[in-house]
């Protein structure tokens, strides 16, 4: 049998590597390879060999220049030991072979800021979206509620009827387009997945501390449109079981976190469409 | 040449950290700015054709979505503020002084490396800056305090005011290139000690050294030994010490490093004129729990490595033990709150990744003592103010926990004025390491000689020196510079990630961490291990040229690891190191020679026999009387309602909630948290202690928690030391842990205790430290935990030869287990209506030292007494509570007694309690027994424990035979009704407005 394979790919400030590898074989993956960047650079791990991969949260960098520009500027500019690869062609390649990228946190920041999102037009290398400092101007650990848009085409968010409850941890997340247009195309083609609500999951929101940045439209995710390729701030792989909820101590809730559906789907699209 | 990018936001774009510095510098300052605006500034000094820089500016260096950046044009002239008119009134640019750690400018450098394929040559650089623009009607004086007193720390940074004609005449500021600049000199001095006795300390005192006449007299006599002299001829050196040895001694020796004052013999006497000789604090009573407590556990003891590694280590099952150690670092984050706390966080990380033969890190704690932040009055020179500390204490911690990727699961903030003479930094981090490593057990390691030592992780600079000198000596004005260090926590994690799969793969035989003492410290202790060492400082790579051999030796710079490298391993791991982007350098080999042999090139500089280095300073003499003080005793006034007592200890800076705190740092990342910081329907109830699973496939969870209670120890340090043990085990009995597998760490953070001519009151501070010994081994014994490390910091005081501040005697003593079953937990707030309120065990007229007493400005003299063995009983059977599922709730009652319990119980729940003092259990003289002390009292060993009507039965007969009671019954009103004595309502209040009071004094922080 041929095997659903994810990769976590890690090293300069990493940190959320092994419980999204977790979530991915929870999820459904036969295989989730941890692989430090060293170990990708050098020619050892192929993202070739891969089906899903996962660029997940931490601080690339320390987020020094920002949050994930040096690791943007890494990955366009590093080659691939003893080849001429550069390391964006895997990524590239990765996206053309109609395999999965999921973005965390950091791992969406260093999306955005790749271009790898939104993509218009299969542009997957021109930024036209960020992620900035939150307006409270502070780091937020907090649990934020997203109501779901059925309508986008994010494969990741599949079958999630008003919304999920999942953890923020950062300190740079507030959402920003480069234009009215790309906000408009955005919305147009339902490219925000999630968004910042009440516990309700009725409507997007704005206020302090339900957005817990201040993101425009509330937009917390954002997919290309293939939806393929998606990013989130909030973070799925952090509520895979019931124990991590903030409540759970003193509410009936299923074995499995909202965050979980997210890795399900993408193992099911795998099994489907790849294998 | 250097050129300036400055990147700044585009029109439209908020600018949140200009507002941040604007509301600071209104809070602060009492000033009033229009407008803040923020801008970046990398000087970049390399060589790079325009179009490279360009490249650089637009592409890492800025966003391209809200940034615009500008080269060697002052953009501020270019582009008007929000207001009409002038641009800006004044101009600051704040950047770093030569050689401070500039992460910035490191991650920027590589960015260019990056793009040009080039890298950098020597002396070529990146440095950051940050310009302010402020808009606002302000005199130059003005300015200067904003640049000072909020943005710039002069210490470690230094910066430039321009008002708006002045940076239009100069065409804006100038490149500003802070590198160090120097030759490699290599000087090494030797220093006379043929001298009289006030030479001898001038040459300790202005080397800060601190080293006593009596220990530089033991280093005199050394070097007058005949055969000393023999030995050092044959390698080439004089009779006199070199600067690099006397400097190694000071460090190997200082009390940082050598903790003379617990390894003294200290001559006590009691109240009633009893005397004992103790021989060393440590061995009688530290290491003498730990032994007797593993006795008595016999075959079930789970410790397995204590005292002699960087951190301890306990079981947690068969295939992985739990590693903890909690430092502190005080000292410098009195001088640079952020820097100081950064380092700290980062510094103790190093602790358990170089225990055994490494661990992987798996949460932090934090506890910090500070004076008010609020604080009004007027401090000595060279003192921050406390709200900076505080700003930059957290802001170290957010960014060294955060960035490594550790979650933060348990602390706590605690307040008293005379934290301003020294602010307390407390960081601990626990690891989980491998039962077995390559078949040796993980907590074990060795070196042989032959062995090669190497180097890890960043390189070296003056940055540190003297840290662990200048922190054996109280703070005063002339407290050194170089003390400071800024920790980088990206370069740490790369060396981590490297490490933990050398690790796996054996590459190394043995690692320690550099901390205090730098190489001198870490090398010189491993050298302990196999019998000697030659190193060759000409080899350790350096930040910049310049440094002596003996600046090498000693320097603090962060980042480092030492290791012992099996020669048949080293090509794997330096080809390992390189592949990961980790500097690693062999510095030289370990020998059995008995000597500390330092090389510099092919000359000695420094030639030490172990034996002396290590065993050669005879124990402190330490004088300690006891004389328990005697305060007033206040009359505590019988009040009909007691609700605006409540309130006021809700909103008390040691009650209040520290969520403002807490949700800044991440105490969830990797995935195994159960119990959060904060808890109940609105996410925003304190809880006991942390729950997390170190192992995302198992439900086995790890528990940890902390007691620290310095206000008792103004009437007595033996109970101040009795409850904070008590207080971190009710804590963590509270959520559930196990008391089959708990182990204890104590800090000791003391005032000096020393007999001299600035601590003339040494004997009784002294004697506050036998005392606190003492109740340690007496409560760690019934209380079954053995000590498996800790730390002490005995000089926290500040002098300046006028004012001086002594810290109240702190111990923080951290707990850490096991729960067997994750999913078993206990949270504190109340869970549904109808549930009974119980609580555990008695109260009594305990109110000496109490949060209530110091709201009105009282201490009195009625402490808590721990009565260990009922309340050990008491935690076992309410742990068989627990397992059985009987316990929807529990809360421990510490600050603030059982109202504050009942306050944050109920409106963490979102439900009522209605409570009857009537049927409190009383403990003492029924005359005592009054609604203030019920309420307010701190007696300790108590729990407030809700029970479902339907586990009432199950709950109570588990319970039998120890003393509880049930007290009332959780409502669905949103009110806290608690009954008097008298049958009157003493407390009745709004679960809002008890919560409002207690959210709101640090909301804003």
């Avoid at chain 2, 950051?128 to 004086?141: E, H, S």
């Avoid at chain 2, 068969?318 to 502190?328: G, I, M, P, Q």
Wanted: hydrophobic share 40%.
């Amino acid at each position: 049998m041929v095997k659903a394979r994810a990769i976590v790919i890690t090293g300069n400030g990493t940190n959320c590597e092994n419980e999204a590898a977790h979530a991915c074989r929870l999820g459904g993956f036969d295989e989730a390879v941890i692989a430090h960047i060293a170990q990708i650079l050098s020619g050892e791990i192929r993202l070739d060999d891969f089906h899903f991969l996962n660029l997940t949260g931490g601080f690339l960098d320390g987020d020094d220049l920002g949050s994930a520009k040096a690791q943007a500027n890494r990955l366009k500019h590093a080659a691939v030991s003893g080849t001429e690869e550069k390391l964006v062609e895997q990524f590239t390649r990765f996206i053309a072979d109609g395999k999965l990228i999921l973005g965390v946190c950091n791992g969406f920041q260093l999306m955005v800021k790749m271009g790898m999102l939104p993509g218009f037009d299969g542009d997957y290398l021109t930024q036209r979206t960020t992620l900035t400092f939150n307006d409270a101007g502070r780091f937020q650990d907090r649990w934020t509620y997203l109501k779901a848009d059925t309508a986008s085409p994010a494969v990741f968010t599949r079958g999630i009827e008003k919304g999920i409850y999942l953890p923020v941890r950062h300190g740079e997340g507030k959402f920003l387009c480069d234009s009215a247009a790309t906000l408009d195309r955005i919305e147009t083609e339902h490219l925000a997945p999630l968004r910042y609500s009440g516990p309700d999951y009725a409507a997007p929101t704005q206020e302090f501390p339900l957005n817990p940045n201040g993101s425009q439209n509330g937009i917390a995710g954002l997919c290309d449109a293939t939806g393929r390729l998606m990013g989130l701030m909030p973070h799925p792989e952090a509520f895979v079981h019931r124990t991590q909820h903030p409540r759970w101590t003193r509410e009936e809730l299923p074995e499995e976190g909202d965050g979980l559906l997210l890795f399900k789907n993408a193992a099911d699209y795998v099994r489907q469409n790849l294998l | 040449m250097a050129h300036r990018i400055e990147v700044t936001l585009k029109d439209g774009i908020r600018d949140a950290r200009g507002e941040r510095i604007q509301r600071e510098i209104s809070h602060f300052l009492h000033l009033q700015v229009d407008e803040v605006r923020t801008l970046d500034v990398y000087t970049v000094d390399a060589a790079l054709s325009q179009s490279e820089i360009e490249e650089a500016a637009a592409g890492p260096f800025s966003d391209p979505v809200i940034q615009e950046w500008a080269i060697d044009t002052p953009t501020a002239l270019t582009r008007p503020l929000k207001g009409e008119g002038a641009a800006f009134d004044w101009a600051i640019e704040v950047g770093f002084r030569p050689g401070v750690t500039d992460n910035v400018g490191r991650t920027a450098r590589e960015a260019i490396e990056y793009q040009t394929g080039r890298p950098f040559g020597a002396g070529e650089g990146v440095y950051t800056a940050v310009q302010y623009l402020l808009n606002g009607k302000l005199t130059a004086a003005d300015v200067e305090r904003i640049a000072t007193g909020l943005l710039c720390n002069t210490l470690i940074q230094r910066f430039t005011v321009l008002s708006r004609d002045e940076f239009s005449a100069r065409g804006g500021f100038p490149a500003i290139v802070p590198n160090v600049t120097g030759e490699t000199r290599a000087a090494v001095r030797e220093i006379d000690l043929e001298v009289s006795d006030e030479e001898l300390m001038r040459i300790s005192k202005d080397g800060v050294l601190a080293l006593t006449l009596e220990e530089m007299r033991i280093i005199q006599a050394h070097y007058r030994d005949p055969q000393v002299q023999a030995s050092r001829t044959a390698q080439g050196l004089g009779p006199k010490p070199t600067d690099v040895e006397l400097e190694c001694l000071a460090q190997t020796w200082s009390e940082h490093c050598k903790h003379k004052i617990f390894a003294g013999t200290v001559q006590y006497e009691d109240e009633n004129g009893n005397r004992q000789e103790i021989r060393s604090l440590f061995k009688s009573f530290i290491q003498r729990t730990t032994k007797d407590v593993r006795e008595k556990l016999g075959d079930n003891d789970f410790c397995l490595s204590v005292f002699k590694d960087n951190a301890g280590v306990i079981k947690f099952n068969d295939d992985w033990s739990l590693v903890f150690k909690v430092e502190t670092h005080n000292s410098p984050s009195a001088l640079d709150p952020y820097g100081g706390a950064l380092t700290g966080i980062v510094g103790v990380n190093r602790d358990p990744f170089g225990t055994g033969q490494g661990a992987k890190l798996i949460f932090n704690t934090d506890v910090f003592c500070f004076a008010d932040p609020f604080y009004e009055k007027p401090l000595p020179a060279r003192l921050l103010h406390p709200r900076r500390i505080y700003e930059g204490v957290v802001e170290g911690v957010e960014h060294g926990g955060n960035k490594s990727g550790i979650p933060t699961v348990n602390g706590s903030l605690v307040f008293d004025e005379r934290f301003c003479g020294k602010p307390l930094v407390f960081c601990g981090t626990a690891g989980l390491m491998p039962a077995e490593v390559n078949g040796t057990p993980g907590y074990e390691k060795s070196i042989e000689p032959g062995d090669l030592i190497v180097m890890t992780g960043g390189r070296i600079g003056k940055d540190g020196i003297h840290g662990a000198t200048f922190s054996s000596e109280e703070l005063n004005e002339n407290s050194p510079v170089t003390a400071v260090q800024i920790g980088d926590p990206i370069t740490q994690k790369r060396m981590f990630d490297f490490l933990i799969r050398a690790r796996d793969k054996g590459l190394y035989r043995f690692i320690t961490d550099n901390g205090a003492g730098g190489l001198s410290s870490s090398v010189g202790e491993m050298a302990g291990e196999c019998g000697g060492c030659r190193m060759d400082l000409s080899r350790a790579p350096l930040k910049y040229p310049g440094l002596n051999p003996w600046e090498i030796l000693i320097s603090e710079a962060q980042e480092r690891m030492s290791l012992a490298v099996p020669p048949d391993r080293i090509d794997e791991f330096m080809t390992m190191a390189k592949r990961y982007g980790v500097e690693a350098t062999i510095l030289g080999e370990f020998t059995d020679s008995g000597v500390f042999h330092i090389l510099y090139g092919d000359r000695t500089v420094a030639w030490l026999p172990m034996e002396f280095m290590h065993e050669g300073l005879p124990p402190m003499q330490l004088p300690a009387k006891w004389a328990p003080p005697a305060h007033d005793e206040p009359a505590v006034e019988a009040k009909a309602d007691y609700t605006a007592d409540l309130t006021a200890l809700l909103s008390s800076l040691n009650i209040c909630s520290k969520e403002s705190v807490v949700r800044r740092y991440d105490h969830e990342v990797q995935g195994g948290s159960v119990v959060k910081p904060f808890t109940g329907v609105a996410n925003d109830g304190p809880s006991d202690a942390a729950v997390v699973r170190p192992i995302l496939d198992s439900f086995e969870g790890v528990v940890t928690a902390h007691g620290i209670c310095p206000r008792y120890s103004d009437i007595d340090t033996y109970h101040m030391t009795a409850n904070a043990i008590d207080e971190a085990l009710r804590n963590y009995v509270a959520v559930g842990g196990s008391l089959e597998l708990v182990a204890g760490l104590d800090n000791f953070c003391w005032c000096d205790p020393v007999l001299s001519e600035k601590t003339p009151d040494g004997p009784y501070k002294m004697a506050q430290l036998v005392r606190s010994n003492q109740a340690l081994y007496d409560v760690c014994m019934a209380y079954s935990l053995p000590l498996i490390s800790g730390k002490d910091s005995m000089k926290n005081d500040f002098y300046d030869g006028g004012v001086k501040i002594s810290i109240p005697p702190t111990l923080l003593f951290s707990v850490i287990g096991k729960i067997e079953d994750a999913r078993t937990a206990v949270t504190m707030d109340v869970k549904r209506p109808g549930d009974i309120v119980y609580l555990l065990g008695k109260t009594g007229f305990e109110l000496g030292g109490s949060e209530y007493l110091a709201l009105k400005g009282q201490i009195g003299n009625s402490v808590p007494v721990v009565h260990t063995e009922k309340a050990y009983a008491r935690y076992q059977a309410y742990h068989r509570a627990v397992l059985a599922g009987a316990v929807a709730s529990c809360h421990d009652l510490s600050d603030g007694g059982l109202a504050v319990a009942a306050a944050e119980s109920a409106f963490a729940g979102g439900f009522g309690l209605s409570l009857d003092l009537s049927r409190v259990l009383w403990m003492g003289d029924s005359a005592d027994r009054s609604d203030a002390a019920l309420l307010f009292a701190e007696s300790a060993s108590r729990h407030l424990v809700t029970v479902r009507p339907e586990k009432q039965d199950a709950f109570e007969s588990i319970m039998s035979g120890n003393c509880f009671a049930s007290i009332g019954v959780v409502t669905a009103e949103q009110t806290l009704t608690i009954t008097g004595l008298g049958g009157g309502t003493v407390v009745r209040a709004k679960l809002g407005d008890l919560k409002e009071a207690w959210q709101a004094p640090l909301r804003e922080l």
